[in-house]
């Protein structure tokens, strides 16, 4: 069972930048394609970001392109969300996910993912 622990979110005003990281609790992280995703107020757990486990292939929601970075060391079992530009749209509870079962690629949908951390609130301020 892997356990994954995010860092504490935060509060951040609009334009800002806040970095999440997530770190797992077994070397097997090392072979998991990893995601970010987040649920705001009343709203479903979305797809945020996700970064395959070789290769570092990387995918992002179109509401985040262009300002979000995923990335991941593996020396330290820890995957990583850079937050550029943030958004008051962008304030949500992030959760970082763990995908054993995804092959090469990326997993895009819950589903594809196994572990999940407790999730980190992000709140974005206008």
């Known amino acids: 069972q892997v356990q994954l622990v995010e860092s504490v979110g935060g509060l951040v005003q609009a334009g800002g930048s806040l970095r999440l990281s997530c770190e797992a609790s077994?070397?097997?992280?090392?072979?998991?394609?990893m995601g970010w995703f987040r649920q705001a107020p009343g709203k479903e757990r979305e797809f945020v970001a996700g970064?395959?486990?070789?290769?570092?292939?990387?995918a992002y929601a179109d509401s985040v392109k262009g300002r979000f970075t995923i990335s991941r060391d593996n020396a330290k079992n820890t995957v990583y969300l850079q937050m550029n530009s943030l958004k008051p749209e962008d304030t949500a509870d992030y959760y970082c996910?763990?995908?054993?079962?995804?092959?090469?690629?990326?997993?895009?949908?819950?589903?594809?993912?196994?572990?999940w951390g407790q999730g980190t609130r992000v709140t974005v301020s206008s």
């Open positions: 996910a763990a995908a054993p079962k995804v092959a090469l690629g990326i997993g895009y949908g819950r589903n594809d993912y196994d572990y």
């Open positions: 077994e070397r097997s992280f090392n072979s998991y394609a």
């Open positions: 970064i395959s486990w070789i290769g570092g292939r990387t």
